[in-house]
């Protein structure tokens, strides 16, 4: 489903990504590792439009997304979440949810005017669907809070529910467990597991290793922008290559 060809990006003439390639295919949980500063968040900046590469090509689902903007890129099938978890804070947790949704019928000047009915009918639909989301996360009772009142472990099961109303076939979660307790991490885990069932996949960056042997099919370990190693968390973990990286 996804193809990353050559991606090359520099800062400053500081090498963030290099000849970084690999496919993934449908239905995939892929974890990507690797020390501070190893190209990991980058990587996710240049596939969801936030930064332009030096060279590369993208390909999702069969077509080119390279050159395509941060919104286009949502619409095509990928959502993400960051490590800072962008929520608009100041607004309830169903209307993050409601936002998160890719058909947005009443910001349509003429829907507004001609097809009252209908939005509103879309926007009670989308209602249903973002309860029937929340409580899926286990989080439903905090529908109406403010997103700034709930705990940090709740804005993270939050973020990734806003990734699932995008209805994205591919999830790119950046540490989606760090900082929570036990019990919040096991609701996360639930979640990304049960994603290859709903016909998603998932790429996720974490530093807890036994995460991300219990739910990653693959692992790439990434160092200095470049990919080190690939296959199974066993295999990438007793790789003399990996072994050197961490210490060095």
Not at 134 to 146: N, Q, T
Not at 179 to 190: A, C, F, T
Not at 224 to 245: H, L, Y
Request: aromatic share 8%; glycine share 6%.
């Amino acid at each position: 489903m996804l193809k990353v060809s050559n991606l090359n990006k520099n800062f400053n003439g500081v090498t963030a990504l290099k000849e970084f390639s690999f496919e993934m295919k449908e239905n995939e949980i892929l974890g990507m590792i690797g020390p501070n500063g190893a190209g990991k968040t980058t990587f996710f900046n240049v596939l969801s439009g936030f930064i332009k590469p030096e060279s590369d090509k993208l390909e999702f689902l069969g077509k080119d997304i390279t050159n395509l903007s941060s919104h286009k890129i949502v619409s095509s099938g990928i959502s993400r979440t960051f490590q800072d978890l962008r929520l608009i804070r100041q607004i309830s947790v169903i209307d993050n949810v409601l936002l998160s949704f890719n058909h947005q019928t009443g910001e349509n000047f003429y829907n507004i005017l001609f097809k009252q009915k209908s939005w509103q009918e879309t926007e009670e639909l989308d209602k249903h669907k973002a309860l029937k989301l929340l409580e899926y996360a286990g989080i439903k009772d905090k529908a109406f809070d403010l997103a700034n009142d709930l705990s940090y472990g709740q804005q993270k099961l939050l973020s990734i529910t806003c990734c699932l109303a995008a209805d994205a076939k591919l999830l790119l979660l950046d540490e989606p467990i760090a900082g929570i307790n036990p019990e919040m991490r096991e609701k996360i885990l639930r979640i990304i597991s049960e994603l290859p069932s709903k016909g998603k996949s998932a790429i996720i960056i974490e530093h807890d290793m036994d995460f991300i042997e219990r739910i990653c099919d693959r692992v790439i370990f990434m160092d200095m922008g470049e990919k080190i190693s690939e296959g199974t968390s066993e295999e990438v973990r007793n790789d003399p290559k990996v072994i050197e990286a961490y210490l060095e």
